[in-house]
């Protein structure tokens, strides 16, 4: 007798297409993709003058208003969605990724509750839409403080090789270095980000207390 590829019983097939429709719409669209940038409203670009000089003000006053920004409450809907609106519009929308990001540290279960992105995938979004060296830092300090040292470590670098001076980005690179006890390379870091004039003395007060900073 001729045999027969054997296929999954009917019964199987049926029980993963409902286990699939079962899950949470975000979840779906997070484990897929992050969604195509075509919006009714853009996308608009944060770094371009004439964008952000005459496209951005009707988002700011909507969307992205102090209170949205520092996650105290929506302006037109709840903040996240606020802050969708905002990152569908300007992709690329620095303050907008940080305020985003910093929602979902402070409610990881934001993204299976409520029909948003997952905060890398705003980044990937915003990277997709144009790569630059703040985006590579922004999502390296949210990468960092997710405690997913070695892709921070990425995005850093990668920014590096881009061509940024950036004192924060040297300065915020300089941490993660510290964290991973990279002293000689962070220490490196540290004195470029000072002798470019940044400000905050926490890294080199790390790397004096294990003694990977010369006196001053």
Known sequence: MDSFPQHPPIRYLVLVLILLL???AAAQRNNIDCGELQNAYGPWDYTNPEHYQH???I??????TPEVANLIRGQSAPIEKDLDYTLRAFPNHYRALNAMARLQRRNPELVDSSDIYSAPCYFKRALQFKDDPTLRMLYAMHLQLMGQLTDARTQYETALKMGSESVELRYN???LLTELKEYPLAQEQAQKAYAGGYPLPGLKEKLRAVNHWPGD
Do not use: E, R
């Open 22 to 24: 079962s899950l949470p």
């Open 173 to 175: 690179y300089g941490l």
């Open 55 to 57: 496209k951005l003000p």
């Open 59 to 64: 988002v700011t006053a909507n969307h992205f």
